[in-house]
């Protein structure tokens, strides 16, 4: 018998990863780390075209990048149309370069694929949410070119930062309305 055959399931059940920014990147981390299956979710930028950049120069609008997540999750636990539909609860993708009072391009919605089949299931949840909403959806669906980790302070700032204004104000009653829905 071999060694990995010893091994329960869980552990050998590879990873995927999905990209999308929806506004504040300490609010989509909050809301992904709440669903079962998710691995890890780390905080960065993406969608622009300068490299390594920094958090100053993303909200100063220069660099192209939106605030993301990288979601590393267990295909076998969620699925990737599970992670998308859920997307579209966690903020709102009618609003272009804006959520809530967080305004600017680096807050746009947008879902960057790394494959043909990240593309199509993400056209597919898009299509599928578009009934849900008055205004049309703005998500930009681009391919993944390179995503950058945030500064570490960013890393996990809600479990990390609870009574910080934005945290209590923001994203604490964002987190409990979608562990609501996370329970449906």
Known sequence: MSATALLPT???ATTETLVLGGGCFWCTEAAFKLLPGV?????????GVTDNP???EVCAGHTG??????????????SLERLL?????????????R???????QYRSIILYQSPEQKAAAAAAITRAQPRFSAAIVTELVPLARFWPAEDYHQDYFRKNPQAGYCRLVIAPKVQKL??????
């Open 179 to 184: 562990e609501k829905a996370v329970s449906r």
């Open 85 to 97: 539909d859920f997307f579209w609860e966690a903020h709102d993708p009618t609003t272009l370069n």
């Open 54 to 56: 920094s958090y100053e």
């Open 10 to 12: 869980s552990l050998l």
């Open 39 to 47: 691995t890890e979710v780390t905080s960065g930028y993406a969608g």
């Open 65 to 78: 990048h939106a605030e993301v997540i990288r979601i590393q999750y267990n295909p076998q636990e969620i």
């Open 99 to 105: 959520q809530g009072a967080d305004a600017g391009t």
